[in-house]
T-cell receptor, first 113, second 113 residues
């Protein structure tokens, strides 16, 4: 079945460091890929998305490229801030009649000042 | 915009008690979902609905029931609460266009003693 695997956390970085969170997926068909972010006490919110191969999603300095050949959608940011501390979820969605979304386990990021 | 609203935000129950969690969305979305979030396990789909009057089982439906009598509301019921149902419950909705994200509420934190 469809699945998403993302790197385990927590990831601890100093402010202004480079961030990479790896995400790979398994899916039949042509999924849309998403990164969601969850701040403490809140629900998930969309960070960025890509809907077809080689698309690059970007938002708030974060980027991820849909790589069909490696079935990956790694999240990157060139210079993290303390305010980026949160849990990040990689996810895929396919139209199986219910537009169900498969989520990775989440990666917690701590950014130190 | 209210988006997706979940009530209550917190609840403590005793084993065997029943309760209903309410989810309301004001975006005219066709699809609605209930998830539970447990440490280290990401989000697991409990039930979902593809439209008013329809419901379907997700990954972990046992012990839960749902109803979608109105398009904007999706109710999750626990008939006889068990300690294993202690979790954070999230509701989400989306429209029927491909590549669109889910929109989440802020969650209900439920403890079963």
């Amino acid at each position: 079945g469809d699945s998403v695997t993302q790197m385990e956390g927590p990831v601890t970085l100093s402010e202004e460091a480079f961030l990479t969170i790896n995400c790979t997926y398994t899916a039949t068909g042509y999924p849309s890929l998403f990164w969601y972010v969850q701040y403490p006490g809140e629900g998930l919110q969309l960070l960025l998305k890509a809907t077809k191969a080689d698309d690059k999603g970007s938002n708030k300095g974060f980027e991820a490229t849909y790589r069909k050949e490696t079935t990956s959608f790694h999240l990157e940011k060139g210079s993290v801030q303390v305010s980026d501390s949160a849990v990040y979820f990689c996810a895929l969605s396919v139209d199986t009649g219910g537009f169900k979304t498969i989520f990775g386990a989440g990666t917690r990021l701590f950014v130190k000042a | 915009n209210a988006g997706v609203t979940q009530t209550p935000k917190f609840r403590v129950l005793k084993t065997g008690q029943s309760m209903t969690l309410l989810c309301a969305q004001d975006m005219n979305h066709e699809y609605m979902y209930w998830y539970r979030q447990d440490p280290g396990m990401g989000l697991r789909l409990i039930h979902y609905s593809v439209g008013e009057g329809t419901t379907a089982k997700g990954e972990v439906p046992d012990g839960y029931n749902v109803s979608r009598l109105k398009k904007q509301n999706f109710l999750l019921g626990l008939e006889s609460a068990a300690p294993s149902q202690t979790s954070v419950y999230f509701c989400a909705s989306r429209n029927g266009e491909e590549g669109q994200p889910q929109h989440f509420g802020d969650g209900t934190r439920l403890s079963i003693l």
